[in-house]
């Protein structure tokens, strides 16, 4: 089955300790991307990569790193999370232009104590 | 800069009545456009979208949006709702092929009432 996975799909942690949270696709997708969810705002970008070692910023990349060693993995880390990051967060993959028609993973929500 | 504005947060509706989620974008170039759905407790999953031809473009569940250059809008409708249509729709822009971005308004919930 074709489908983009994340984990953890929870996540309580408290300010400054480091995570990690993974996404993976299984369609060969050269594209991949971070969004997060928040009321009232939509989805905002945060990184995206747009295939192995090449990524760049979305509209909120700050406090946030991404790496692209492999093609179907795309890590997001948090170096020192802060209690602003507490949100929903959506890993997406795309298998090129356009990139709008993407395939969203079922969503990590974060809280930062 | 591009940007996307869904002027409506929420939606009431009763089963079975036509709805209308509305849908402006800017931009200076050309776009392609698109409507995702959420249901409660999960991912995003496109609905419909439009790439270029024939400005009306459905979905395979009835819904519909037209690609309105003039006016910039991108609305989508449904003649007749169903329970299940419960759930929050995003619209979407990119600009063309030149870009990796995907921007995202800030979405419509849609409330079904029996």
């Known amino acids: 089955e074709a489908q983009v996975t994340q984990n953890p799909r929870y996540l309580i942690t408290v300010t400054g300790k480091k995570l990690t949270v993974t996404c993976s696709q299984n369609m060969n997708h050269e594209y991949m991307s971070w969004y997060r969810q928040d009321p009232g705002l939509g989805l905002r970008q945060i990184y995206y990569s747009m295939n192995v070692e090449v990524t760049d910023k979305g509209d909120v990349p700050e406090g946030y790193k991404v790496s692209r060693k492999e093609k179907r993995n795309f890590p997001l880390i948090l170096e020192s999370p802060s209690p602003n990051q507490t949100s929903l967060y959506f890993c997406a993959s795309s298998l090129g232009y356009p990139i709008g028609t993407q395939y969203f993973g079922p969503g990590t929500r974060l809280l930062v104590l | ?114």
Do not use: M
């Open chain 2, 1 to 114: 800069a591009q940007s996307v504005t869904q002027l409506d947060s929420q939606v009431p509706v009763f089963e079975e009545a036509p709805v209308e989620l509305r849908c402006n974008y800017s931009s200076s170039v050309s776009v392609y456009l698109f409507w995702y759905v959420q249901y409660p407790n999960q991912g995003l999953q496109l609905l419909l979208k439009y790439l270029s031809g024939s400005t009306l473009v459905e979905s395979i569940n009835g819904f519909e949006a037209e690609f309105n250059k003039s006016q910039t809008s991108f609305h989508l409708r449904k003649p007749s709702v169903h329970i299940s249509d419960t759930a929050e729709y995003f619209c979407a822009v990119s600009e063309g092929d030149s870009s990796y971005k995907l921007i995202f308004g800030s979405g419509t919930r849609l409330l079904v009432r029996p």
